[in-house]
Nanobody
Framework: QVQLVESGGGAVQAGASLRLSCVASGRLPTNINVGWFRQVPGKEREFVGGIIFDSPYYGDSGEGRFTISRDSAKDTVYLQIDNLKPEDTADYYC???????????????WGQGTRVTVSS
């Protein structure tokens, strides 16, 4: 089973940019959907966006400042977040599923998450 490892989180000031990485331990073909979610403690996990067949798609929270891309040669999917805001503070998770989905139940394999903290 392919394991997923997120990285790239950190503590930044508002207005900064971050690029989060989701690296798979094995092959991650483009027909596998990879999604990004974020979660604030005490709240439900929120869909940010996903990518399948090199086509990204976004949730309401991912529009505009979020960009998802993929490097198939590295079995890696990226989440670029620009103009970070304090409300972006959360744990960010990547996950894989067979089909494009905006729901957590559409994903089977999850990473451990990477924390993003944005100060004003």
């Amino acid at each position: 089973q392919v394991q997923l490892v997120e990285s790239g989180g950190g503590a930044v000031q508002a207005g900064a940019s971050l690029r989060l990485s989701c690296v798979a331990s094995g092959r991650l073909p483009t027909n596998i959907n990879v999604g990004w979610f974020r979660q604030v403690p005490g709240k439900e996990r929120e869909f940010v966006g996903g990518i399948i067949f090199d086509s990204p798609y976004y949730g309401d929270s991912g529009e505009g400042r979020f960009t998802i891309s993929r490097d198939s040669a590295k079995d890696t999917v990226y989440l670029q977040i620009d103009n970070l805001k304090p409300e972006d503070t959360a744990d960010y998770y990547c996950a894989t599923g067979a089909y494009a989905s905006r729901e957590t139940n559409g994903y089977r394999q999850w990473g451990q998450g990477t924390r993003v903290t944005v100060s004003s």
